[in-house]
Each structure stands twice: as C-alpha cells, then as structure tokens.
C-alpha cells in the first residue's frame, strides 16, 4: 500500500448524483482501479479496494459426488458437467441479487435459503 501524504481525514463535498470524489493520495495509498467495494455498517460508509478472487468449488463439488455414491468415468463426467454449469449459475445468482438488492437477515441465512431452493428444483 502506497503513502498517504496528509491528513487521514478529509470531509469532502457530495454531489446532486450522490457522488464523492476519493481524494488522490488515499486513492493512491489504496490502489484502487475500477471498481472499489462500499460497505455500509449503519453509522458509516467504508470504501475499500476491489479485489479480485477466484473461487474454485472442485474440491466440494468431488466430496458431494462421491457422496452421491459417483467413482471412475461417471465421476469424472459428472464432475466436469457440473464444473461446466458455475459461471452461468453464479452469473444467475448475480442476476438475482441486483434485482432484489436488500437481503434481510445474515448472508449465512441467505444463502443457505438459496441452497434450499436449489435443492427443491
């Protein structure tokens, strides 16, 4: 993380649009891109980088097929069908997530509501 040159606090002016600019030496000191991630805790607003991870479900996806009693070829088949299926089920679940924004409740309960719904299909 970069240097930040002044003071840690600054007030800054929001827009009409609801708008802030993020001073440069704290844009800087954060390496933010093009994205940052918002959070709002209920007294405050934190604004911190956007960082980008890659979640890999092999290894639950394997458990839960030998579970279901798959080995050799048809595991293999099985594994690679479902590997296949992610992107579009995640881009599904980000679909769903912007069309309804407010999520009541822990984001533990949520998703296991959204587990409970996948299994009813």
């Not at 911190?48 to 579970?67: G, H, Q």
Request: aromatic share 6%; hydrophobic share 35%.
């Amino acid at each position: 993380m970069g240097q930040i040159n002044r003071k840690p606090i600054r007030r800054v002016k929001v827009s009409k649009q609801r708008q802030i600019n993020i001073p440069k030496d704290f844009y800087d000191a954060l390496n933010i891109t093009d994205e940052a991630i918002i959070e709002f805790t209920g007294k405050e607003i934190i604004i911190r980088p956007a960082e980008y991870e890659t979640v890999d479900f092999s290894a639950d996806i394997l458990k839960d097929l030998v579970r279901q009693g798959y080995s050799g070829n048809e595991l293999i088949q099985q594994f690679t069908r479902i590997k296949v299926e992610i992107p579009s089920a995640l881009e599904r679940m980000k679909k769903e997530a912007m069309a309804n924004p407010v999520v009541t409740g822990s984001l533990e309960d949520y998703l296991d509501t959204v587990e409970d719904e996948e299994g009813d299909e």
